[in-house]
């Protein structure tokens, strides 16, 4: 749930008056209703409450003092047994040995599959306690970058592998389903609990976001367009080429975006942030406890990372088999079970917020990583694979291309005006099942020829 | 504070002269550097043949004129790249220190009535500039347009302080108008495109010279625009100003449409609508966002709004024909979409009438300071004297006919060669016309904007370039589907499927960013990327229509 704030925060660490938090010595559910009440005072600053998140996950646990040497079976205990989530864990090997056993390839896609999420939460853990040793500036990039690293390493899987489709579209369904699914019931729980006044949110955020996916769109779009008026100068490469130069403009209007946001909070401008504001007071960091240090949670995000990508690595050779298996089209696959799952804990954390009332957290956790994906993890796929010499370009057929745009913009007016309730969010989620359905009945033209290249 | 502003400037126009003139001088000096090698190269290669085959002095005397050519080559290169750095360079810097007067193209109800303007009289020349530029802190909320203080600094050295001159002779009437800006260096380019067209066939220059003189013609058109309208009243002045205000594009449209190029019209109209929303904006902002990065920029919402949704309303209107056009469902294939696309054409010339009846009344009445060029509030008659129009009501008029007859000829020449220069340069119709064209036919406006930015005075910005485009989509447009029904020609608001794409999801990027009425350096920044990804995709585009796109012979 941690790093649910991370994968859309910019400009990290956050500085809360945890201060509750020292030399508190209270059992484990005073502190937690402690820290729930007390961050309602700053409601206002919507600051993220990650000491808050973990303590809500953790069973066994650290009260207030700093673990900074830790065995190597403390470290163990406390990154891979504090979590609840991390149940499912045993479902990655478990999966690797159903590979090898049998031939059944949908169970080892969904073992897989069930093997990923708690190795994503685990990873915005560590990159969460990364940030505390390395400041606010690259801790924010850190943030922005691993935010959504599960997402990447399987793009890059299946950038290799050739199947670019499959990177397009679950990209693609990674945007709809944090705009659509993850809004709409962080709307509807947040609506239901709060249910006699409307939800406020800022207003300056949201608008910004809307524009920079817009701005995605726009980029997004133009090369459908050019492909289906049939009017490139070069058939075939002139929209790969405007393809990697829009990618590269895309990718640094986000560079400019991560500036801009850094910027503004250093001059306690705006609490303009994807999850939550950072004001000046920098000096609350003895206040948050890092559990781990430094190299510990280097040395774990080396881990975390080399299993995601080996799990991503059988999850993209057997999803053709699944979906042959199970009788769903590819596309369905991958737009909207991959990420359903995938995203499964920061859908968690999202409604989490919303019902405590901090609908700010909840945009930044949503919108957020929808804007981190279609404006920096769609470009980098494109620019990774002409590194890699995979034709892999913006343009997304106009099935997708249209629902992409008409999603944004019913988003954008939705975000318009600043409230929520729970209609607002039923709406959504709503516009998310025929999303799904038109997906279901949806037959891909290019995924159907689709051949897996030799990994090279 | 005046000379902290002008230190603060002074700081940011160097950066940007230095960047301007590196990006401009830098291949020009590399190639400079590349003729001068080639020529090194050459000579240390023909030296040991000179030796051996001496007997050969033809080639000797070749190989010497060849060096002698590409030194030649070299040292012009240098010159012209050092001279555009310097004129660069004293341009930003009078910019800097004077206000200019480019606004008045897309200005609606001409007088701005300024307060300010009323210590005009017994001040200098220069005092009267910073007076100007300090003054406006305390009525930015009004938004006026300062009229007087951009006259004045571009006659330096011609002592008009406070004055009026009516009675120009006609040295003084040419004095005042060719020879008081400095982007009149450009105008000899103009007479130097009908020359070099004349002696030779290269199409790429003749395209290339011409619409560099169109720049400057069109920056006195709108000053002489902006002189009569001191002559003619509030109200006919407001209506001269939205109709000369994109004089430019919509005589060269005319010309290409009597051509028979209804496809160059179409693109060129729609870049110079692209052109004004997002590269103009998006510079306008980026750039007040830099000088003023503390704090937001703010804007008057309400006028960006009725704007966006008159934008919105011409994509409407040019969206239809092209939809029945692309789902084959009009009535009678090819005729339908031409007749809708006249009584389109008419309701958007209907609604452009009364935009213009509503901003004139609402000045009027005071009711909010909607409009495409600053406010304009009662007091506005009573401060005539407080102006001083430089030139005589007769003389604006003549100018006004002297111009206008100027850039028709060029838009004869630039509409001419278009074709040509585009085989030469091997780039499609559809990109000059679309990036090309307007980019350059827009330098003057550009300039203004992003001028009026750095001075925190968004609202000019926003009027320019927003105001321009309204106006070109709401009248400009329409207008030429009129004209070309009377002259015949088959100009219709089809504008095919990718042209029509662009412009709706620009518009609606473009209504979007207005929606919060701030700005910063950021959301100027989107905007000139979104304008990069448009022109990029342009570059890419090959336009079925303009590919075989016969001249038909003038009538």
Redo the contacts between chains.
């Keep these: 749930m941690d790093k649910m704030n991370y994968k859309g925060q910019i400009g990290v660490t956050s500085h809360i008056e945890m201060g509750s938090l020292d030399g508190a010595m209270l059992p484990m559910h005073d502190l937690v209703d402690e820290c729930l009440y007390s961050s309602e005072m700053d409601a206002q600053k919507t600051q993220p409450i990650l000491s808050t998140q973990r303590l809500l996950f953790s069973g066994l646990r650290v009260g207030g003092y700093k673990m900074t040497r830790n065995g190597v079976y403390k470290s163990i205990k406390t990154v891979v047994f504090s979590n609840k989530l991390n149940l499912l864990m045993p479902f990655g090997p478990l999966a690797i040995m159903v590979h090898k056993m049998s031939a059944s390839n949908s169970w080892v896609f969904f073992l897989s599959l069930l093997g990923i999420t708690p190795l994503a939460e685990r990873l915005g853990y560590a990159t969460e306690q990364l940030a505390f040793y390395t400041g606010p500036t690259v801790g924010g990039l850190l943030n922005a970058t691993f935010g959504n690293a599960t997402e990447l390493i399987i793009s890059i899987y299946a950038l290799k592998s050739g199947m670019t489709r499959v990177v397009q579209l679950s990209l693609l369904g990674s945007i709809l389903s944090n705009m659509l699914l993850v809004l709409g019931c962080a709307f509807f729980c947040g609506g239901l609990v709060h249910y006699g006044k409307e939800q406020v949110f800022s207003k ?1 955020t949201a ?1 910004v976001n ?3 996916l ?2 995605a ?3 997004l ?3 459908a ?2 492909h289906y ?5 070069k058939v075939g490469k ?2 790969l ?2 393809s990697r ?2 990618s590269c ?2 990718l ?2 986000y560079a ?2 991560l500036v ?1 946001q850094l910027k503004s909070q250093n ?1 306690n ?2 609490p303009v942030g994807e999850e939550g504001s950072h004001n000046g007071e920098n000096d609350d960091d003895e206040d948050e406890v890092p559990e781990i240090s430094k190299w510990e949670s280097i040395i774990w995000l080396a881990i975390m990372t080399a299993w995601i990508s080996i799990l991503s690595d059988y999850l993209v050779d057997t999803i053709e088999g699944a979906s042959e298996a199970w009788d769903v089209p590819i596309a369905f696959i991958s737009v909207i079970l991959l990420p359903i799952i995938g995203n499964a804990a920061e859908h968690a954390s999202a409604i989490m917020f919303a019902m405590k009332d901090k609908l700010d957290i909840s945009l930044g956790v949503a919108i957020g990583s929808s804007t981190q994906i279609s404006m920096f993890g769609i470009p980098f796929c494109v620019v990774i694979g002409w590194a890699m010499g995979r034709e892999m370009d913006l343009n997304f057929q106009l099935f997708e291309t249209a629902t992409l ?1 008409i999603t944004v ?1 019913v988003v ?1 007016f939705f975000l ?1 005006e600043g409230t929520s309730n729970y209609f607002k969010g039923l709406m959504l989620i709503l516009c998310y099942l025929i999303v799904s359905a038109s997906f279901f009945v949806h037959e891909d033209p290019s995924a159907v020829g689709q051949s897996k290249i030799p990994k090279t």
Excluded: K
């Excluded at 008026?229 to 100068?233: A, C, F, L, V």
């Design positions: 300056a608008v809307s524009g920079l817009l701005m769109v726009m980029g779009l133009f090369p367009v050019l008026t049939h009017t490139e100068r002139s929209e080429s405007l130069f829009s403009v895309m640094l209007a400019a975006y801009f001059d401008y705006v745009f913009i954008a318009q």
